[in-house]
């Protein structure tokens, strides 16, 4: 295992060494949980980088990902633990089978850690091979409120309660990285556990940074305006605009189709990989796309070459 980054500086050396680029106040917000051991609540637009964070801390680090991705209903069977009821009544059955079963002891012996199963949650606080991980709690905002209830525990204290064994408290507190896209609000105690980071889309210069990084044969005069294009499409009114997965897509599409400059049938041709949504891709009309080539064109030529 890594030794943990000792200043911001490091941090942001260490998330570039591993192709993410932050800007200073999200590396500052990892160091600082890092450093306090505190839950790091990243939210913001879907696609902006919040899920990276965590994959990138576990390579960078060296720790074990242990990933919960959130849906409705997510309960704590899934999600931290629950008991191996086929293995139990096994055990019952075999107990019986032998004779003088001690129903008081009996109930005792199929309580034990051997008959539990660890979701996430709990194999985050016990890693298999002892030390430390990374926990992501990934799209909080997808479950319900007694879900996050029940969050409050692990968040503040890194244990759980189970009722037959009592609290279990991790040896080494996990890095948590909890993550929302803001589809409706966490409650306020989530937040308050945490320390807290809004993940905003990038700058033209750090997005083309991350398009020339992850999509190394991309040309250089066409990176530029694919950030510019993108970088104008967000300052639309569209019902969901483009994150970092979205112009890496688009950039790779490109590339996949041996352009080395933009044009408006080119835009046209493939705005599915940058736009999700068809009332999105509908607005762009030709004369639109072809204005906003132009304008990006122009404006890509501020940039970086």
């Not at 997808?142 to 503040?156: I, K, N, Q, S």
């Not at 556990?193 to 398009?211: K, S």
């Not at 408006?264 to 204005?291: H, M, S």
Request: one cysteine or more.
């Amino acid at each position: 295992m890594s030794p943990l980054p000792s200043h911001v500086d490091d941090v942001v050396s260490l998330l570039q060494r591993h192709d993410y680029f932050a800007d200073r106040r999200l590396a500052t917000s990892v160091f600082l949980a890092l450093k306090m051991q505190r839950p790091l609540f990243l939210e913001g637009e879907a696609g902006v980088g919040k899920t990276e964070i965590a994959k990138v801390l576990s390579t960078a680090l060296n720790y074990p990902l242990v990933r919960l991705q959130c849906y409705e209903g997510l309960d704590t069977a899934s999600a931290v633990y629950e008991w191996n009821y086929p293995r139990q009544m096994i055990e019952i059955r075999l107990a019986e089978a032998g004779g003088k079963v001690d129903r008081k002891t009996l109930a005792t012996d199929i309580f034990t850690e051997r008959f539990l199963i660890r979701r996430p949650i709990l194999q985050a606080l016990q890693p298999d091979q002892g030390g430390r991980a990374v926990l992501l709690i990934d799209e909080l905002d997808r479950t319900d409120e007694p879900f996050e209830a029940y969050l409050l525990e692990v968040l503040a204290e890194y244990q759980v309660t189970i009722p037959e064994l009592g609290a279990i408290k991790a040896a080494q507190a996990p890095i948590v990285i909890v993550t929302s896209n803001r589809t409706r609000e966490i409650h306020d105690a989530i937040k308050r556990r945490c320390l807290y980071h809004w993940v905003d889309y990038p700058n033209a210069e750090r997005e083309l940074a991350i398009v020339r990084r992850k999509v190394p044969g991309v040309d250089a005069r066409l990176s530029r305006e694919v950030v510019a294009f993108t970088q104008r499409l967000r300052k639309m009114d569209l019902f969901k605009s483009p994150g970092i997965a979205e112009t890496l897509d688009w950039a790779e599409a490109l590339v996949a189709l041996d352009r080395i400059a933009l044009d408006p049938d080119t835009v046209a041709n493939t705005l599915g990989a940058l736009l999700k949504y068809q009332d999105d891709i509908g607005a762009i009309t030709p004369e639109l796309a072809a204005q906003l080539v132009t304008e990006a064109q122009s404006e890509a030529a501020g940039l970086p070459a």
